[in-house]
């Protein structure tokens, strides 16, 4: 989703109200199979090298969306996944979506705050959270989230960061307003480490899934859509994020940390 909006409340925000804004956004992104950046074959590569988890491990995935990785999970793991959102659009698309993939029993819908979870500590063996965690802020998102994991419980974590030590002006100018807090790999293992982790590795997605999942069918909505100011806007800044994609995805992209609550 475009970076500027879900920033809150720090956003320079075109559109004056910061609810119809996020609605602009959440209307743009209705219908599509993802929220962000990510690639099922990649998810794969990454679950089949996750150290042991438990047969049935307990799964939640943050920040779920439509249930793009929740689905993938539930699958792939055929055991209960619990999906957190705080837009109640993507659950109920989420409970649709699961109910015509027959996977309605392995999926538990929560709109929740993922900030404010009040789950038992050391309930969750495999926390998933793919281009949601800056909504928190990468640590404290970590540092919140690391007490649910159970004692061998892994993370699997997406983080917009920075892969090259000299930038483009353009790219930091961007990235300065949108995330101010955006970090290098190397940061983002150190938040990591500082929020009680141990970084088993890191991976980047290809950019090409960036365009075939998530920006392609973006952009084919958004000429789809008539809208309001507020999305007119929207679709603006989706425009501009993608420019800059573009131009600069050699220099920044999603970094998946997998990382272990052991230490
Ligand atoms: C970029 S989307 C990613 C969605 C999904 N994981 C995917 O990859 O398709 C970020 C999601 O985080 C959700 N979100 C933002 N802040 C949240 C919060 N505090 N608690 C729960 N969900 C939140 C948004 O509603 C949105 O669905």
Redesign the pocket.
């Known amino acids: 989703?475009s970076y500027v909006t879900?920033q809150e409340p720090a956003n320079p925000y075109a559109v004056d109200d910061p609810a119809e804004y996020i609605a602009a956004l959440?209307d743009l992104?209705r219908g599509?199979?993802?929220?962000?950046?990510?690639d099922a074959a990649f998810s794969h590569q990454l679950l089949q090298h996750l150290p042991g988890l438990p047969p049935k491990p307990r799964i939640a995935?943050?920040?779920?969306?439509?249930?793009?990785?929740a689905l993938l999970l539930a699958k792939h793991y055929q055991c209960n996944v619990v999906a957190?959102?705080?837009?109640a659009v993507?659950i109920q698309e989420l409970v649709l979506r699961a109910q015509q993939a027959g996977l309605e029993a392995w999926v538990t819908p929560i709109q929740?705050?993922?900030?404010?979870l009040d789950w038992p500590e050391a309930s969750v063996d495999l926390l998933w959270?793919?281009?949601?965690a800056y909504?928190?802020g990468f640590e404290s998102a970590l540092r919140g989230w690391r007490p649910l994991l159970a004692e061998a419980g892994i993370a699997v974590v997406?983080e917009l960061s920075w892969f090259t030590e000299a930038v483009p002006e353009a790219a930091i100018a961007y990235w300065q307003q949108a995330y101010p807090t955006m970090g290098s790999e190397a940061e983002n293992i150190n938040r990591a480490v500082r929020a009680g982790f141990t970084v088993l590795s890191t991976q980047r997605l290809p950019s090409e899934a960036w365009w075939r999942n998530?920006y392609d069918p973006l952009r084919k909505r958004m000429q789809q859509l008539e809208g309001t100011p507020a999305l007119q806007e929207v679709i603006r800044e989706t425009e501009a994020e993608m420019a800059l994609f573009e131009n600069f995805s050699d220099c920044y992209g999603y970094t998946f940390y997998v990382l272990s609550a052991r230490s």
């Open positions: 989703m879900w959440t992104h599509l199979d993802r929220q962000g950046p990510g995935d943050l920040g779920c969306g439509s249930g793009a990785g957190v959102d705080s837009s993507f929740a705050d993922m900030g404010k959270s793919e281009g949601a909504n928190l997406s998530y």
